[in-house]
């Protein structure tokens, strides 16, 4: 990935960084067609060539037929540094390279027909390893993607941020059922019924949703949605926060899977950074 140096590259930069996010979120057709369809199934995406492509975490449009439904999801079957990963035998990492600057803003929540998304105001950014990721949303998995000694949690959380160069990193916060939780609860209390606007959030604070130790996992990986591009730097945190099972059952009711296997580490290496 080049630098771009002039404002015309780096428009056109933050347009793939969208694109990018399009797919990973699918906010763009999907939020379209939950308003005019009435209905959660819109599971569509646009292809390079500009019409829609239906996948889903299920059957003949699932995880195991990504890769095959799109010339663009390629990544999803050929890549070999896909997300998730299962979490074992991570290495000492170090210090944390990574320093986390959000802030409070308004937010609206939407169902993109994949999950449920909450798209934050500007100003919030991370620095990871050196370099500049501004925080666009978060969305919500059910059961967690990203396993530990291959157990999953209930839910986890994929905090979404891109850098000028259009690289993304994503932070992951696994959910555990315990105490119900009042910032999940605001959030689900916005989630839009179909056709209805996107949800408002004043004054959201996402700081909110971070566990309280900041050690965390960093391995270089993927979108775990198609095109499934490897341009993620992923940071999963070690420490979980607390939910209600009520609050999962709650997600669960209209999001009983979304979250795409476990993929093959390959040569990667998982580090741990304290
Ligand atoms: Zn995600």
Same mark, same amino acid.
């Given at each position: 990935? *080049?630098?771009?140096? !002039? ?19 699918? &906010? ?7 308003? !005019? ?6 599971? *569509? ?11 889903? @975490?299920?059957?003949?449009?699932? +995880? ?8 663009? $999801? ?9 997300? +998730? ?17 959000? &802030?409070?803003?308004?937010?609206? =929540?939407?169902?993109?027909? *994949? ?16 370099? #500049? ?6 969305? $919500?998995?059910? +059961?967690?993607? *990203? !396993?530990?000694?291959?157990?999953? /949690?209930?839910?986890?959380?994929? $905090? ?12 992951? =916060?696994?959910?555990? /059922?315990?105490? /119900?939780?009042? !910032? ?19 004054? $959201? ?11 965390? @996992? %960093? @391995? ?25 099972? #009520? ?7 209209? @999001?009983?899977?979304?979250?795409? +296997?476990? &993929?093959?580490?390959? #040569? %990667?290496?998982?580090?741990?950074? &304290?």
């Amino acid at each position: 990935m *080049h630098i771009p140096e !002039t404002p015309g590259a780096i428009s056109a930069v933050l347009v793939a960084t969208v694109a990018a996010i399009a797919l990973l979120a699918c &906010q763009t057709d999907a939020a379209d067609d939950v308003a !005019t369809e009435g209905e959660p199934d819109a599971e *569509h995406e646009e292809s390079a060539e500009g019409h829609e492509v239906h996948w889903s @975490y299920e059957g003949d449009t699932g +995880p195991a037929m990504w890769g095959s439904l799109d010339p663009s $999801f390629a990544a999803c079957h050929d890549g070999v540094r896909q997300s +998730p990963v299962d979490i074992a035998g991570a290495v000492d990492g170090g210090e944390s390279e990574l320093e986390i600057r959000w &802030q409070a803003g308004d937010a609206e =929540v939407i169902d993109n027909g *994949h999950t449920i998304v909450v798209n934050v105001a500007e100003g919030s950014a991370i620095s990871l390893e050196g370099r #500049e990721f501004a925080l666009l949303q978060f969305h $919500f998995h059910h +059961p967690s993607e *990203h !396993t530990v000694e291959g157990s999953a /949690a209930p839910i986890d959380i994929h $905090f979404v941020h891109a850098a000028a160069e259009g690289d993304l990193a994503v932070i992951g =916060v696994f959910l555990e /059922a315990g105490e /119900a939780d009042p !910032t999940i609860r605001s959030i689900w209390d916005a989630i839009p019924s179909a056709g209805e606007a996107p949800g408002a959030l004043a004054a $959201f604070d996402p700081n909110a949703l971070l566990p309280e130790g900041g050690s965390h @996992y %960093r @391995y270089p990986g993927s979108l775990t949605t198609p095109g499934c591009s490897e341009i993620v730097s992923w940071v999963v945190m070690a420490d979980s926060i607390a939910v209600s099972q #009520e609050q999962v059952d709650a997600f669960a009711a209209i @999001y009983p899977m979304n979250a795409r +296997p476990v &993929q093959p580490l390959n #040569e %990667r290496t998982i580090e741990l950074k &304290q």
